[in-house]
């Protein structure tokens, strides 16, 4: 955290964890919407948009605060998000595929956060 504080701004900083947790959250209802029937079911995936939309308005705020190339790498965080929520929620099986697409994400997350690429 300590490089994405020294790039940015306290609010951007903010902006961008909102929009990591509202975007998992959004993937969230959508799988617990495939676990329901009936009204439920339609709930979620309304309640899944409704994340979608907040998140774009987040993100838009996002982007008047720092240029798209800076801080989309970021964005893919998410993923660990999904992979947490993958195994607590969903009893889920971790694989050696899934911890290393997750390292060379995150490889490429430090690589792009330095100070003499970006």
């Given amino acids: 955290m300590t490089i994405i504080r020294s790039k940015f701004q306290n609010k951007t900083v ?11 959250f959004s993937f969230l209802s959508i799988k617990f919407s495939t676990m329901e029937e009936g009204y439920l079911a339609i709930a979620l995936l309304v309640l899944s948009f409704t994340f979608s939309m907040v998140r774009a308005v987040v993100w838009q705020m996002l982007l008047k605060t720092i240029e798209l190339s800076k801080v989309y790498p970021y964005a893919s965080l998410v993923q660990i998000l999904i992979l947490i929520y993958s195994v ?14 997750l390292l060379i994400m995150l490889s490429g997350i430090y690589y792009m956060s330095r100070k003499d690429v970006a």
């Fill in 88 to 101: 607590i929620l969903f009893h889920e099986n971790v694989t050696i595929n899934n911890v290393i697409g």
């Fill in 14 to 24: 903010l902006l961008l964890i909102s929009s990591i947790f509202i975007q998992s």
